[in-house]
């Protein structure tokens, strides 16, 4: 009798309070398959959410099997990440305001329904550890991601290893004050550096800064309608030579240098690796932002660190579910 | 033949820009012997001081001996802690401003000299590892150590072990940025948790509150000789109800309260173990401080932390630098 080693694949989730993506990827990390993105649509309740993220995922693994002709049995598992807090021993999403679930047992119930072993992580850690296992931070062995979106969430690896700190909330460094007496902060804290650096933030401060300037093209772009302003627009203002949206992404990395400039004195990681849409803005952002950091952060924590965009746009949190899955599941990535 | 267990001994060395402090320590941690402090005296160059820590080590070893009847040969080696920033694996001291060393090759001429295995650490790394293996911080998993004294010292013992990061550079949470605007500080950044916090920044804003304010009872305490003010003062001051003294003390609880509060939702660490002078404050500091962490910080990480005054005064960087030479040279503590 001849044996051979099949391949195993492993299906990733990534659910937001925006969109639920999944796929399925070889343990390799090589291939993926059946990748899909799909509306949360959150304000139907847990139950149809739920529905629906089983639903994709026994998808993703039709799809997987029909291209390559792999068993049902050659699939390992489900890594889910979503948003926090969690309480990761038990599987559970403690609470999670944008997605409106309290005590949710996300993990064993999607081992449930979907017949396989599951696993349940932060999105943050799953998206830095898929950049660290197939992006922008492959290699590291103390990595710091930051995802800028509407907020700014972190994940850390530590000597190799996710740190998810004593109750598995570590990495909030969006919620880390720069400017003790700040702004608020819906989380209660002043300051934050999520109230500076996020999307959202972006967006709000070319709005104040617009309302004492009429000239801009901001202005033009909405039609007046500044409450549909977002940091893209912002960034597309500024590329176009705006002269106050020019400013409002100087102070931006200006703000997250402050930001990553901690972050390399505490953690001196040989990667920050930052994702999420208002890095589209490229050298516009990085360049200002490694200025800053290099003015105040330690030099021998700037020379040993990188900082990098994301490479997995869309994906890095099914790639990451995938590697949790991997890690806490086969032990190993 | 029979053979017996014998006990091993181990010398700590904190040498620091103001004090060497010397002792052996059995393995187990139980008995400390021949501990001494004695004034450093910097200014008399490397070669002066490091003939004075090798006496000192002598010194502890031949009182280890006479008091205990063992052997040279029971001795397994030296730990030093130095402050940094060092590089770890080739035992040497980068450069230490107080001290006035530049790439001094620390860890090789004491073994030299002495005849012994050693290890070198920074101080602020031992003194958290001092207090995790026989102090305040016993037990926890994930401790962050903070030093208050002329600067801020941090240390991180992440899943049970020291963190240095990628060039030996971690912890320095004394240069956090709390208020990105804010006070400059000598090593370059605006705003760092050392300029408002550590005891010269206590003394420097009483002094600063004190020329607006001549009926305060600190101007008496010093005979209106501002610079001779200490944060000791000022404590001693706020506990004979002084005003201007308490507020000082306060907005000091708030200020240390946004570092404290980040390192918790950074770390979400399980203790948070501070030393230094200012600790004699007591209560005066840490009821302030925990109300103003617990007003910062995710609640989820409140309740995972203890925050604690480290209970080894004067001897956790001894034994802490002990400690370092058990993980480093022996493989555990």
Same mark, same amino acid.
């Given at each position: 009798?001849?044996?051979?080693?099949? +391949?195993?694949?492993?299906?990733?989730?990534?659910?937001?309070?925006?969109?639920?993506?999944?796929?399925?990827?070889?343990?390799?990390?090589?291939?993926?398959?059946?990748?899909?993105?799909?509306?949360?649509?959150?304000?139907?309740?847990?139950?149809?959410?739920?529905?629906?993220?089983?639903?994709?995922?026994?998808?993703?693994?039709?799809? $997987?099997?029909?291209?390559?002709?792999?068993?049902?049995?050659?699939?390992?598992? &489900?890594?889910?990440?979503?948003?926090?807090? @969690?309480?990761?021993?038990?599987?559970?999403? @403690?609470?999670?305001?944008?997605?409106?679930?309290?005590?949710? /047992?996300?993990?064993?119930?999607?081992?449930?329904?979907?017949?396989?072993?599951?696993? @349940?992580?932060?999105?943050?850690?799953?998206?830095?550890?898929?950049?660290?296992?197939?992006?922008?931070?492959?290699?590291? !062995?103390?990595?710091?991601?930051?995802?800028?979106?509407?907020?700014?969430?972190?994940?850390?690896?530590?000597?190799?290893?996710? *740190?998810?700190?004593?109750?598995?909330?570590?990495?909030?460094?969006?919620?880390? $004050?720069?400017?003790?007496?700040?702004?608020?902060?819906?989380?209660?804290?002043?300051?934050?550096?999520?109230? *500076?650096?996020?999307?959202?933030?972006?967006? !709000?401060?070319?709005?104040?800064?617009?309302?004492?300037?009429?000239?801009?093209?901001?202005?033009?772009?909405?039609?007046? /309608?500044?409450?549909?302003?977002?940091?893209? @627009?912002? *960034?597309?203002?500024?590329?176009?030579?705006?002269?106050?949206?020019?400013?409002?992404?100087?102070? +931006?990395?200006?703000?997250?240098?402050?930001?990553?400039?901690?972050?390399?004195?505490?953690?001196?990681?040989? &990667?920050?690796?930052?994702?999420?849409?208002?890095?589209? /803005?490229?050298? /516009?952002?990085?360049?200002?932002?490694?200025?800053?950091?290099?003015? !105040?952060?330690?030099?021998?924590? &700037?020379?040993?660190?990188?900082?990098?965009?994301?490479?997995?746009?869309?994906?890095?949190?099914?790639?990451?579910?995938?590697?949790?899955?991997?890690?806490?599941?086969?032990?190993?990535?």
């Amino acid at each position: 009798m001849t044996t051979r080693k099949k +391949t195993r694949y492993i299906v990733g989730v990534d659910v937001g309070g925006t969109n639920i993506a999944v796929a399925a990827l070889d343990e390799s990390g090589a291939n993926t398959y059946g990748l899909r993105s799909e509306p949360t649509r959150a304000d139907q309740g847990s139950e149809a959410v739920v529905d629906h993220m089983v639903r994709m995922i026994d998808t993703a693994i039709a799809e $997987t099997i029909a291209e390559t002709g792999a068993k049902r049995s050659a699939f390992a598992g &489900v890594g889910v990440g979503a948003p926090g807090p @969690l309480d990761r021993e038990r599987g559970v999403v @403690l609470v999670a305001p944008n997605l409106g679930w309290h005590n949710l /047992a996300l993990r064993d119930i999607i081992a449930d329904r979907v017949g396989l072993t599951a696993t @349940l992580d932060n999105d943050a850690n799953c998206a830095t550890l898929g950049e660290w296992w197939l992006g922008a931070a492959r290699g590291g !062995r103390n990595v710091v991601g930051m995802t800028i979106g509407t907020g700014i969430g972190g994940g850390l690896i530590l000597d190799g290893k996710l *740190y998810h700190g004593s109750s598995d909330v570590a990495g909030e460094i969006g919620h880390m $004050t720069i400017d003790s007496t700040g702004r608020w902060c819906k989380c209660g804290n002043y300051g934050c550096l999520e109230q *500076y650096a996020s999307g959202t933030a972006i967006a !709000r401060r070319a709005r104040e800064a617009l309302t004492a300037d009429s000239d801009s093209l901001m202005h033009r772009m909405v039609d007046g /309608a500044l409450d549909s302003l977002t940091a893209a @627009l912002v *960034y597309e203002a500024a590329k176009q030579g705006d002269m106050l949206a020019i400013e409002v992404v100087h102070d +931006t990395a200006r703000f997250l240098g402050a930001g990553v400039a901690n972050i390399l004195n505490i953690f001196n990681p040989d &990667v920050v690796v930052i994702a999420g849409g208002v890095t589209q /803005a490229g050298e /516009a952002l990085f360049e200002p932002l490694e200025r800053e950091v290099r003015r !105040r952060a330690f030099k021998a924590a &700037v020379d040993a660190a990188r900082i990098v965009p994301g490479t997995l746009p869309g994906t890095a949190g099914i790639v990451g579910a995938v590697a949790t899955f991997k890690q806490q599941a086969l032990g190993a990535v």
